[in-house]
């Protein structure tokens, strides 16, 4: 069964460093998401990206965050200067098209800020 | 901002109990999943209801929406310790929304 796929899957940062988290979407998915989730809180909507563009983001979303379709597999979430308020599990998922309503989610990196 | 309220935000039960968890809001959703989450993991997709009024049977669980599409239940039927786990349920509309989730623990 086709699976969206993240990496790595723990990292582990001093503060004020950046930091990139990978994902590789469904394949033959056009819509990308990033979501967060504190440890003991709800998962958060992040951003979605579709057509190489932003489409959505969340007021967490600030300039700190990016997102990225480096190539045509990969869809990266950079945080430029990391604060200890990043620590969380980050997911990724992507859906089919902007109709499809069953969205994919990968397994999570979990981001450790020191 | 769309907001999905889950109640009960934790529920112990005992292998063999039935058990329900609901999802509310008061805004209109084309469509709602219900995840489970185990901890460390992603969320895994358990169904997904679209048509007000639609019950759909997952071995053991039961789920329905609600006639105006704003709330959804999640019926759990002999529940066995591998139900335990984190339930989410996502409205979608565009964006897809999470409640806060259901902690389900099952003992045996």
């Known amino acids: 069964e086709p699976e969206v796929t993240q990496t790595p899957s723990h990292q582990v940062t001093q503060m004020g460093q950046e930091v990139i988290l990978r994902c590789v979407p469904i394949s033959n998915h056009l819509y990308f998401y990033w979501y967060r989730q504190i440890l003991g809180q709800k998962v958060e909507f992040l951003v979605s990206?579709?057509?190489?563009?932003?489409?959505?983001k969340s007021e967490i979303f600030d300039d700190q965050f990016s997102v990225e379709r480096p190539d045509g597999s990969n869809f990266t979430l950079k945080i430029r200067s990391t604060k200890l308020e990043d620590s969380a599990m980050y997911f990724c998922a992507s859906r089919r098209d902007p109709g499809a309503n069953v969205l994919t989610f990968g397994a999570g990196s979990r981001l450790t800020v020191l | 901002t769309q907001l999905l309220e889950q109640s009960p935000q934790f529920l112990s039960i005992q292998e063999g109990e039935n058990l329900t968890v609901y999802c509310n809001s008061s805004s209109v959703f084309s469509s709602l999943q219900w995840y489970r989450q185990e901890p460390g993991e992603g969320p895994v997709l358990l169904v997904t209801v679209v048509t007000g009024g639609e019950v759909k049977k997952l071995k053991r669980l039961t789920f329905q929406f609600g006639d105006a599409r704003k709330d959804s239940s999640l019926h759990i039927t002999a529940a066995q310790p591998g139900d335990t786990g984190l339930y989410l349920c996502a409205g979608v509309e565009g964006k897809f929304q999470f409640g806060a989730g259901t902690q389900v623990v099952v003992t045996p």
């Open positions: 990206f579709y057509n190489n563009e932003i489409s959505e």
